[in-house]
Structure formats: structure tokens, C-alpha cells
Nanobody
């Protein structure tokens, strides 16, 4: 069974940095697309960034050059490096993966459990 396990969240001061990780495992042939999403209290979940297997990345406007998504295909792992963090970045961050399964199991969408990022003085 596919599972995505996130790590790296925590409390950081404004202007600080965090690096999130998300590792996928279980019957994976390939991961076509990764994404990071976030949800703050009282707000809808929003897309932060995506990256394809070949490394093509896209970012939401609010990132403003502060974040970088990367992936290690050999490890089935995606990362989100977040710099110059602002209080409005406070949210639960979720990783997402579109995965081709082994053994004719087809394609599916999977989510991590979420990790809390809090930016506060």
C-alpha cells in the first residue's frame, strides 16, 4: 500500500527557514507529479508548488521566490525548502503525489498526513 510520510515542520521566527520532506513507499513504479499544498485555519487548501518527474516546477504567486521544490526520484522523496518565512505562511502543509503503481494497479493520487508550520516571534 502506498504511503506518504512527511517531516520537517515546526516553529520558526519570521525570516527563518524550514525544509520539509515527504517520502513515498509501497508498490511504486514511478511518481509522475509531486505537489505541496497548505491550509491555514479558516482558509481553503491552496496549492504551493508542483514538480514533474523531469524536474519542471511551478509556484504560486505568494511564494515570491522564497521557496524551492525538489525531488529525488531514486528515493521517491520530495522536498520543500522554505526561506524568508512570514507569519502568513503558517499552515498545515501537505504533500501530494500522482503515482503509477506496479503490477497493473494503475494510477492514483495520494496525500501525506500533513505537517504543521508555524511562523511566529
Amino acid at each position: 500500500q502506498v504511503q506518504l510520510v512527511e517531516s520537517g515542520g515546526g516553529l520558526v521566527q519570521p525570516g527563518g527557514s524550514l525544509r520539509l520532506s515527504c517520502a513515498a513507499s509501497g508498490g511504486i513504479f514511478s511518481i509522475n507529479t509531486w505537489g505541496w499544498y497548505r491550509q491555514a485555519p479558516g482558509k481553503q487548501r491552496e496549492l504551493v508548488t508542483t514538480i514533474t518527474r523531469d524536474g519542471n516546477a511551478n509556484y504560486a504567486d505568494f511564494v515570491e521566490g522564497r521557496f524551492t521544490i525538489s525531488r529525488d526520484n531514486a528515493k521517491n522523496t520530495v522536498y520543500l525548502q522554505m526561506n524568508t518565512l512570514k507569519p502568513e505562511d503558517t499552515a498545515v502543509y501537505y504533500c501530494h503525489a500522482e503515482i503509477q503503481r506496479r503490477f497493473y494497479l494503475g494510477q492514483g493520487n495520494y496525500w501525506g498526513q500533513g505537517t504543521q508550520v508555524t511562523v511566529s516571534s
